[in-house]
């Protein structure tokens, strides 16, 4: 739809964009916070104490979704620095094409 606006649809659409960014990255972590505190919640809730006297396996469990959560949020972290644009030649709005007629698209 920016593509074929009117002239400044482009940059209005980058602008909505670079807004909502933020808000959509918390979103994102905290979905994966809640994913795993339900995954640790899960297994302690499922913890059969009559067969186990000691929570040993919603232990594992915990440690485990803990330790994968850690390697994902690393990961994260590790491809925002890899594709970490600079400031400066990051698109900000409309393009102007040098020619003739010096048109804005």
């Known amino acids: 739809l920016a593509l074929r606006g009117p002239p400044g649809s482009v940059a209005k659409s980058v602008r909505i964009f670079q807004n909502e960014w933020r808000s959509i990255r918390l979103v994102l972590i905290l ?13 302690w809730m ?15 469990i ?4 803990v330790t994968v959560l850690f390697f994902m949020v690393r990961r994260i972290l590790l ?4 594709f970490a644009i600079p400031s400066d030649v990051i698109v900000r709005g ?11 698209i």
Request: hydrophobic share 45%; glycine share 6%; net charge negative.
């Open 94 to 104: 409309d393009l102007t094409i040098e020619g003739g007629t010096n048109e804005r």
């Open 79 to 82: 491809l925002q620095r890899l």
């Open 62 to 65: 915990t440690i485990v979704i």
């Open 46 to 60: 499922k913890l059969d104490r009559e067969l186990y006297h000691y929570p040993l396996p919603a232990v594992i």
């Open 31 to 43: 979905s994966m916070v809640m994913l795993v505190v339900s995954g640790c919640t899960i297994s």
